[in-house]
């Protein structure tokens, strides 16, 4: 029954090869690349509603977002679909051709385990615990030197998928004195039998040097109480010559079992205004950069009985930036009717996770067709690349 | 050769030595551990505040003009308990029963993230863990699953059986999420062999497990009128037991079948996933994680578990397994401590004085853990790659310097590091504190070294 599946416009799951990537030098690097990371399983359906289908608010009478024109109603696409009313920037970003939407996005992953659904989509190996380093840190490393610190995430430790080989930084800015030059010196020549405390020490003393806040900027960044002034500062970052080129934002409390309408207003607007901050701050170089979303698995199709939904499949992906080939919705769209759904349950995963970021990786980063099967995302060679996302 | 044992059982199986307690348990090291094994009760010197029961029914009950200042004054009493559970864990003579009762309320991590859990976490640490700490593990699995806390935390509250009969009269579902987390984080850990039905059935089971609130009111509404000998509410030492908006009928967890009356399916499935060979290899594993290494040996797991399932699940037992298992006193420095060790440690030689919490919960939230508040269910981390990344160590060392400065100017440098590493501190930090420009400076690097961060 396929036949009853939409085929959206822009990109399909086309089987042509990918061209072989030039050989990427360090230096080539001027792009930039920003991963959301929207943990606690965002839900599709409430970021996208598909407002023209009547089973969307069939599954969803109490929690299903209005369609365009109501009061509190979707932010109008197209005929078929809206963004949710907290997306208003995004909304722009789309009409101004720099914003790619994906519905029934998933990885491999089919269970409802925030973990295993997480390790799977940072991970990259298609199994919950089937690699120790992240996709991300992979993908760098098969750049180039693995000790360039090409990426930067915001926290006090890497999240999985920048953890691995390639080194990488970790911005989470002092909120006392800095240590001064002596005290460091005298504690490295302590730490200098430990091995692991020295390298993490040395690592943290030259971030340190890299930027200075103060301490009311640096705790507020260090709580994570402003994702869009994370973002402006992981932007500021990005632009500056000597900064970082790839950058994650870990973005929490997605797990909408409950009083989604009220939960996810914050959650959207947070994440719209980050979008937006992080295009403010990097100023000349939003024309070379791509902000992605991403998030360990998606939520049922219908509502529950707290107003919220509980774990799923297929989730929504939005790709914003200057070099983004906008203004498109892309994939393939499976439908919400009892019939489309996965296990009669879940939006049907129809556009991998993994196709999409190795499209971007691929064409943004050049990370060579060969790194992304073997390396990045190994076994994923039937999960075709996404193409054409970017403007050429 | 016993004061570098008497650091292991001080560091590792304690909270860190106070002064002079390495000297006092050098002598029989596992002795002094052998000694606090079921000492896991309420301390004495703790001020309880409100049953859990009480904290429900009264936020439930509380008229709305009532409402912001009963919900302050709950959070205020949660927080007094807390700190006073902190300095007793500051000065605790017993404390290896202390981090077991850590190590569990880690395993059952509950986050004070909502304002109900928040007011409630005092009591879940009182009502339901420590009571069990040296008991079964069947029987605080049982506790942790009914206890108002962990059903708020995981929205068993929100969990209603579709033909219950509340169900039958209004669309009502079943929320999986304690079920879930029961399977995967509690028990038989998520490789354990379980599935997404196992899941369902179990959600099912735990449906009418609650505590006063909206959901039950509104029950209880419907009820009295309509099931007028029925009876509505069953307590159960803690625990509330709600047969209107249970799911009725047999379920199948694991491949056997649940038929009891409602509400006593849940002790049976407890005690089945208690009695799991899984469950014991998964306790085992993070048993071992927590006293040997990040990597334990295969060989410490399978003891372990062996324990675990011949003793029945006795957790008692198992404490005095861990305390003699050889593995545990081979190396002095093979595991990071958390910040929140590192900071009772700190304060623990830093001997006996006014505790001011204000610092303790800013140097905790400067590292990164901050009280209660671990960002899922799944509890604070236990492994040196996560606790030593760059910039946690950075703000693990502006903490210790904050720490000597306020606590340890006019202390002996030397007498110092004798009483907290001594038996394992290395040349290159007997060097740097002998050449530290101030006593306050030597202080630091002693708290910052990795004998003091390691445990």
Redesign the interface.
Known sequence: MLNRRRFLSGTAAASVALLPGAAVARAETDRRLVFIIQRGAQDGLHALPPYAERSYYDGRPKIGVPPPGTEGGALKLDGLFGLHPSLTGLHRLYEEGELVVAPAVATRYR??????GQNLLENGSGE??GASSGFLNRALASLGSAGDRTAVNV????PLML?GPAKTR???P???AP?SS??VS??Q??????P??AE??E???Q??RMVSLDPQEARSI??GRNMAHTAHIIGTLLRSKEGPRVAVLES?GWDT??GINFRSRKLFSDLDSSILALKKALGPSWKKTVVVTISEFGRTARE???KGT??GTGGTSFLAGGAVRGGRIIGDWPGTRDSDLLRNRDLYPANPTEGLLKGLLHDHLGVTEAALESRVFPGSRSLQPVQGLLRS | MTSRDAFIAAHRFGLGPKSGELERIAPDPKGWLSAQVGKTGVPGDVEASMPSEKITRTLAGAASPDRQKTRRILREQAQSEVNAMLAHRIGSENPFAERMVLFWINHFNVSASRGLTTALQPSYEREAIRPHVSGRFADLLYAVLTHPAMIEYLDNNNSLGPNSPVGQRRPVKINENLARETLELYSLGVNGGYTQQDIIELAKILTGWSFPGPNVFRAEKTFRKRFPNMEFEKREGHAAFYRLIHEPGPKTVLGKTYRGEPGSELRAVVEDLAAHPSTARFLSTKLARHFVSDTPSENVIAKLSSVYLQSGGDLKVLQAALIELPEAWEEPLPKAKSPYEFLVAGMRAMGPGEINHKHISQGLMQMGQQLHKAPSPQGWPDTEDVWFAPARLLRRVEVAQLLAKRYGRDRNPDLFLEQTIGPVAGDEIRRVVRGAPSGADAIAFILASREFQRR
């Open positions: 269970s409802r385990s925030h973990f295993d919950p615990f926290g006090l430790a890497a953890q970790t911005f989470a002092s909120e006392t240590l002596d005290f005298r504690l020549t302590a730490y200098s039998g430990d692991v405390l993490a020490f690592s943290a003393i971030d340190s260090n709580r929490n079992h409950d529950n009985g707290s509980d774990h």
